[in-house]
């Protein structure tokens, strides 16, 4: 089978777009306004919507093959996803218990809907494709340099100049550095499997590739936000969801869109190092340490 699902044929707009923008909509009130009550609301519309929209457009029983992917059950999906994320707060930490946490939640906000998807729903309408489209083009391996070359430029200024590495607890000692790296990596590597093989891949299944990668942008970005990507940061953080979901579609390599995040983040890592140790890493960036 296809690494990549083709999205069905569908209209710029459509009723069923407002129930999956309802859903989406629920990331920034759980993770940009933090009122939960809201997110619940909004991901109770987005599902009773989707309900609606489906009984309208009930047709007569066709064979299975024939039947076009359940709004409800993809929306729910992404619905699941983000109560299990929001259930937990978002904080940067690096203490022992606050690892586990997030690697419950961020561990769960993939597996439930991806088992649920697998031997539920039987329809396996979320897939992780490792290589995709196979070997690497010049293009690819030119914008992996190109992403240090931007991030080396723009993101200790981003970090420093809007405080916002004060977002991250401080690091000054080597186990502290070391956990920095490790939960740095392991987030960007959840990001792509839960907003781009997830949220992104199950809207392309009913909507126009440009109105799924809005969506998961709106889910992904709120994350971020929350994450500590704070201040302007959403100058920098709506591209680069926009750009991994467009990627995703060019490749069809989760390999790809994996190695380009970490990439960035290795760029977020030292910067975060060199703002909490002023002097240990002044050579390397254009930006001093405060």
Not at 62 to 89: F, H, Y
Request: with cysteine; charged share 10%.
């Amino acid at each position: 089978m296809p690494a990549l699902t083709p999205a069905v044929s569908r209209p710029l707009w459509s009723g069923s777009v407002v129930p999956a923008l309802l859903v989406c909509l629920a990331a920034p009130a759980f993770f940009v306004a933090r009122i939960p009550w809201l997110g619940w609301v909004l991901l109770a519309g987005g599902m009773l919507g989707a309900w609606l929209v489906e009984r309208r457009a009930a047709e007569p029983v066709a064979a299975a093959s024939a039947r076009r992917p359940s709004l409800v059950r993809d929306l729910s999906l992404i619905a699941l996803g983000l109560l299990v994320v929001s259930a937990i707060p978002l904080k940067a930490e690096l203490d022992n218990a606050a690892m586990v946490r997030f690697a419950l939640a961020l561990g769960g906000a993939v597996a439930v809907p991806y088992g649920l998807s697998r031997w539920v729903y039987r329809d396996h309408a979320i897939r992780f494709p490792w290589r995709g489209g196979g070997r690497w083009s010049l293009f690819q391996w030119t914008w992996l340099a190109a992403v240090l070359v931007l991030g080396w430029l723009i993101l200790p200024f981003y970090f420093i100049t809007s405080g916002v590495y004060l977002n991250w607890p401080t690091v000054d000692t080597p186990e502290l550095i070391a956990r920095l790296f490790v939960g740095v990596g392991a987030v960007g590597i959840w990001d792509e499997l839960f907003f781009i093989c997830t949220v992104f891949a199950l809207l392309r299944r009913h909507f126009r590739d440009g109105v799924a990668n809005v969506l998961q942008a709106v889910v992904f970005v709120s994350f971020l936000w929350e994450l500590g990507y704070q201040a302007w940061g959403p100058l920098l953080t709506i591209p680069f969801a926009l750009l991994q979901g467009f990627i995703f579609l060019r490749t069809r390599s989760l390999a790809y869109v994996v190695t380009v995040h970490l990439l960035f983040d290795a760029v977020v890592f030292a910067v975060l190092v060199h703002a909490h140790n002023p002097g240990l890493l002044d050579g390397l960036f254009l930006v001093p340490a405060p």
